[in-house]
């Protein structure tokens, strides 16, 4: 977001994949003049609204909309797919294994969503990840499930099970010291928001491929 002009984002549909309780992404995008849908698990959502009403000030009424979107639980899919975006994001989304299958869900319903709809042209993605440093290296987090390996071994994972619908494209990569200094400054959070991650960030590029496939979950277990 950092280097488009402001003018690419006015406008732009943009829907936020795995907000958190803080949602500084999509309220950014939204300071920029997009028009941002925010979503998490409900349990977030209280949190996520709080940070978001915290800066209505700012954001007027470009503020997002915050609404339920829980991964491989249809039931959860109505309201956030009720529009078509140009743009879906996710940041530091790509953790953990268990919750691949339900992104690819989502990002497959999305897609079909679209075509049932006779949109020409699918959204794009964009997924970023923190650049983790070995679990050999001083002060790395144990290689056990839950540390540094298992949330690497998650995002190569993921990669690997996205190119059935997509083609991956690294497009830039982004030092943890910029994303720290440009974190805490821009927006009021709520006391229990998560501190600042110093590891530097890479972004994937997801440009959708032409066979029309609906993912289950099941085929990623």
């Not at 984002?9 to 936020?16: D, I, P, S, T």
């Not at 294994?97 to 794009?124: D, F, K, N």
């Not at 949330?151 to 997509?166: G, K, N, P, V, W």
């Not at 032409?210 to 993912?215: A, D, I, N």
Request: charged share 20%; proline share 6%; net charge neutral.
């Amino acid at each position: 977001a950092y280097k488009q002009p402001k003018q690419f984002w006015a406008g732009k549909r943009v829907l936020e994949l795995g907000s958190g309780a803080v949602g500084v992404v999509g309220m950014a995008l939204a300071h920029l003049g997009a028009k941002v849908v925010m979503t998490d698990v409900k349990v977030l959502l209280p949190l996520l609204k709080y940070n978001v009403d915290l800066n209505r000030p700012l954001l007027g009424d470009r503020a997002p909309q915050v609404c339920e979107l829980h991964w491989g639980e249809r039931g959860t899919y109505d309201e956030a797919t009720q529009d078509y975006y140009d743009i879906v994001i996710g940041s530091s989304i790509t953790f953990s294994g268990t919750i691949i299958p339900g992104l690819l869900h989502v990002l497959s319903t999305l897609q079909h969503h679209c075509r049932l709809a006779g949109e020409h042209q699918l959204p794009e993605v964009y997924i970023a990840s923190d650049i983790l440093p070995s679990a050999s290296s001083k002060g790395a987090a144990s290689s056990k499930k839950g540390g540094v390996d298992d949330e690497r071994t998650a995002h190569a994972t993921f990669l690997e099970h996205a190119s059935i619908l997509f083609r991956s494209l690294k497009i830039d990569q982004i030092s943890g010291e910029i994303c720290g200094n440009m974190f805490p400054k821009a927006f009021a959070y709520s006391p229990e928001h998560l501190p600042t991650n110093a590891n530097d960030v890479a972004i994937h590029k997801l440009i959708p491929k032409k066979p029309k496939l609906m993912v289950d979950p099941q085929l990623f277990d």
